[in-house]
């Protein structure tokens, strides 16, 4: 006699991550500044120009104006470009440049989340050429990140897709449509106060290395507060908290420029995110 059970499944779960200073310690964007620098892409006064941008950037984090100032300053800067050229160059050097960034806490909990069944999304306002090789480096099961427009295989210096602040939680909404995820039961972490609507989408939002504003906002709002601060390059971890390779697969698609490592619990055990 056949017998038909009803699967009551659980919902399916995502854990959102920003990169840039949540998943690792510097802005991905900024990061390749001297590998195009070397590749021919840009001149020395560029090189500078963001190496300035990202020590202001690891000071305090950036507010909207200054996102905005970088953002037409860097899609202005790769008007031009070859996208395939990028996209070798971000290949030959994404292990040295972005693997001893990785913040170990980060990478803990990325494990921890694919254990318990959800999905680990890297959402970033940086370009898609470079988060999409950080996310499969990471084994994220998908990356959202800023497109640009090219033509005749060339950045046009054109923004198709911006990826950053109410953006940032359309795409969340739009992934859990199509990926059937609860966002009730959804975690989302960042450090920034532009990724606000990011973090009230889901049931489960925390703050990382947050900046001041965001701090203001998690502690009005009971809002756990995480701390990264063990940058750790992947093979050097503990070997069983290694990362199991897993595919990516991409949401978006450019930029002109840039993700994760393991977790400190902000306070005691008490204040573990809640992983069940």
């Known amino acids: 006699m056949l017998v038909l059970v009803e699967n009551h499944l659980s919902p399916r779960t995502a854990a959102f991550f920003d990169l840039d200073k949540t998943v690792i310690a510097k802005s991905s964007t900024l990061a390749f500044g001297r590998s195009f620098y070397q590749g021919g892409l840009i001149n020395r006064r560029a090189v500078l120009r963001t190496a300035y941008a990202q020590f202001v950037f690891l000071l305090g984090g950036a507010d909207h104006d200054q996102m905005e100032g970088m953002r ?8 031009g470009w070859n996208v395939q050229q990028v996209r ?24 921890e989340h694919h254990l318990a069944g959800r999905d680990v999304v890297i959402v970033s306002a940086s370009g898609a050429e470079v988060v999409e090789p950080i996310g499969e480096m990471l084994g994220a099961d998908h990356v959202v990140a800023t497109r640009m427009v090219a033509k005749d295989g060339c950045y046009t210096g054109e923004i198709d897709h911006y990826v950053y602040g109410p953006a940032k939680a359309e795409a969340v909404l739009g992934l859990a449509e199509s990926e059937g995820y609860d966002l009730e039961r959804c975690f989302a972490y960042s450090d920034s106060i532009t990724d606000i609507p990011m973090l009230e989408a889901v049931g489960h939002p925390y703050a990382v290395n947050p900046d001041r504003a965001l701090r203001r906002e998690a502690v009005a709002r009971e809002w756990p507060v995480l701390t990264f601060n063990r940058p ?15 595919p990516v697969l991409a949401a978006a698609a450019i930029g002109a420029a840039a993700a994760t490592a393991g977790l400190v619990w902000y306070a005691a055990r008490r204040r573990r995110p809640a992983m069940s």
């Open 72 to 79: 037409k300053y860097l899609s202005e800067l790769c008007r």
């Open 88 to 111: 070798e160059i971000v290949a030959e050097t994404l292990h040295d440049l972005i693997d001893p960034i990785i913040y170990d806490e980060a990478a803990s909990l990325i494990e």
């Open 232 to 246: 750790v390059r992947l093979h050097q971890r503990v070997r069983g908290l290694s990362i199991p390779p897993r």
